[in-house]
């Protein structure tokens, strides 16, 4: 089954794509190249052992050989090492400029704070809808900042979780309570299926509450007309699983395996022009992963979609 599955998802092109890499730099294209190198010169050891079998024929063509595939490896070798130091330099790009962009950020979240203290009887309604406006930009990029140091200590495997009690029962009203607007504005009814007591799991509180806002916040706004969402938390011997069931768009059957890629934005919700980043996926499920627990979805273009997770209560 696995040898099917490898099969299947084999693709250089794709590959060297998402690597942003030449084809013929492929990892998987160098092992193949290197496959064929290997059995074309044993082939032709094997011939020429036809016409002269001494002793020390073999040996020179076995160190011949030798010599050969240790070169093709080489090569390969230095081209993945070239392609991991790229990438770490990547990562430590996104960390140190995401770090250089928290300071203006507050530098401004300070300057607007003082101005809606000490000015705001001053200010007219359409100066009052400027500075909302800058605000909500502000949020914007703070958010982003954030996402892109979450991405960037994942790829360091420096994302670091705190163990605390956590109620998922406050987490549920805290997220219900923060897209309330955004539901009402978008014409969309929330709702929670739970338990009368959820028992209590062990993990990073405010890590948990990002991952179910993101998931609650993108099934709002990819409701295209007046829909639901519901959350739904269940509880069995081992684990809490929480559901979040909605009647939008739904992801294409094509793209449902590049969900929980970085950056990935299905066809049919960059059409609806909704922000976005691409990237609250692939934080919320490295977060519920390295909290002890799983994250999977169902979903139907056009019917909706199930996003789940689960969280082991002895975590």
């Not at 705190?162 to 014409?187: C, F, G, P, Q």
């Not at 990819?222 to 269940?234: L, P």
């Not at 934080?283 to 056009?302: L, Q």
Request: neutral net charge; proline residues 3%; charged residues 25%.
């Amino acid at each position: 089954m696995e040898s099917i599955k490898f099969i299947l998802n084999f693709n250089i092109k794709k590959e060297s794509e998402d690597l942003g890499i030449p084809i013929w730099q492929a990892p998987s294209l160098l092992f193949i190249f290197m496959g064929v190198f290997i059995v074309i010169v044993m082939l032709i050891v094997y011939f020429l052992t036809k016409f002269d079998d001494s002793p020390e024929f073999l040996v020179l063509s076995e160190c011949a050989v030798v010599i050969m595939i240790l070169s093709v490896g080489n090569m390969i070798i230095s081209n993945i090492e070239k392609m991991a130091e790229v990438n770490k330099m990547k990562s430590e790009f996104v960390t140190i400029a995401s770090h250089q962009l928290k300071t203006p950020i507050a530098q401004i979240n300070w300057e607007l704070e003082i101005l809606l203290s000490n000015y705001k009887k001053g200010l007219d309604k359409k100066q009052l809808d400027i500075i909302r406006t800058i605000s909500q930009s502000k949020e914007t990029m703070a958010r982003l900042v954030n996402d892109l140091l979450d991405v960037a200590k994942i790829d360091q495997g420096k994302l670091v979780l705190n163990r605390d009690r956590v109620n998922m029962t406050e987490i549920i009203d805290s997220v219900v309570k923060n897209n309330e607007v955004l539901a009402k504005a978008s014409n969309v009814e929330i709702s929670v299926i739970k338990p009368e007591v959820i028992p209590e799991i062990f993990g990073d509180k405010k890590r948990i509450e990002v991952v179910t806002d993101n998931l609650v916040s993108n099934a709002v706004k990819y409701i295209r007309k007046k829909g639901f969402v519901e959350i739904k938390v269940e509880s069995d011997e081992k684990n809490i699983v929480v559901t979040i069931k909605d009647n939008g768009m739904g992801i294409p059957d094509r793209q449902q395996g590049k969900v929980f890629q970085k950056f990935f934005r299905s066809d049919n919700a960059a059409l609806c022009h909704t922000d976005g980043t691409g990237l609250g996926l692939y934080i919320s499920k490295n977060i519920i992963e390295k909290s002890g627990g799983k994250m999977w979805f169902k979903s139907i273009e056009g019917l909706g979609s199930e996003f789940f997770f689960s969280l082991p209560k002895n975590g």
